[in-house]
């Protein structure tokens, strides 16, 4: 069983608003992913670490999406300003190594209003 | 465009019987090929995975059956039971990080 925590599990915000969730990578595993899984179960990567450093990221995250994995600290992904289209399950996964099996937390659901 | 494509969308079987839920893919560069399930209110957890070298990966309850020629895969869940009931994912990689997921299978097992 996973144990990538990831809190709040519940977000809701109005548009323009910030919105910022966390996530604790398995212990010993130094890479951490996030995705979007959208209400049509889409999954969109967003972006990965491996312990502090950006490894990959897509275009939209550069805009209003920011993130950052510091050290002995949670992970975190923050939307500057939410907009409906945001309202999804943010997933973190964490692995062994880039190219390893990930393994995913629970989900922090963002509901934009 | 869908990399991945599972069908059917939903699917309902009753308790004892196999439950089969397929998946194809278009890049022929996919070489590593995870199954995960997720069940409502939870994130995705990895069920069982195949590499493009093997051709059946078998763990219990659950098969993979992979045919690369065709591009197609397969994951056969024998004796369903109600429990089993949650949404799989057919996912696919190539050497690298991305991971590419279907848009899932909702299983129903029926007691």
């Known amino acids: 069983n996973s144990k990538v925590i990831q809190t709040p599990r519940y977000l809701v915000k109005g548009q323009g608003q910030k919105a910022k969730m966390r996530c604790i990578p398995e212990?010993?595993?130094?890479?951490v992913f996030w995705y979007q899984q959208n209400k049509n179960n889409e999954f969109k990567f967003l972006i990965n670490?491996?312990?502090?450093?950006?490894?990959?990221q897509i275009d939209m995250t550069e805009k209003r999406f920011s993130a950052e994995c510091p050290s002995n600290s949670p992970c975190s992904l923050e939307i500057q300003s939410s907009e409906a289209g945001d309202s999804a399950l943010y997933l973190c996964?964490?692995?062994?190594?880039?190219?390893?099996?990930?393994?995913f937390g629970p989900g922090t659901r963002l509901t934009v209003l | 465009q869908q990399q991945v494509r599972q069908s059917p969308q939903s699917l309902t079987v009753w308790e004892g019987e196999t439950a089969i839920l397929n998946c194809s893919y278009e890049?022929?560069?996919?070489?590593?090929f995870p199954w995960y399930q997720q069940f409502p209110g939870e994130g995705p957890a990895l069920l069982i995975s195949?590499?493009?070298?093997?051709d059946k990966k078998e763990d219990g309850r659950f098969t993979i059956f992979f045919n690369k020629r065709e591009k197609k895969l397969s994951l056969h869940i024998t004796d369903s039971q109600p429990g089993d009931s949650a949404t799989y994912f057919c996912a696919a990689r190539t050497g690298g990080y991305k991971v590419v997921f279907g848009s899932g299978t909702r299983l129903l097992v029926s007691p």
């Open positions: 890049d022929s560069t996919f070489n590593y």
């Open positions: 670490f491996q312990n502090q450093e950006v490894l990959q």
């Open positions: 996964a964490s692995s062994l190594e880039n190219y390893a099996e990930q393994f």
């Open positions: 212990k010993g595993h130094p890479v």
């Open positions: 195949i590499r493009s070298v093997s």
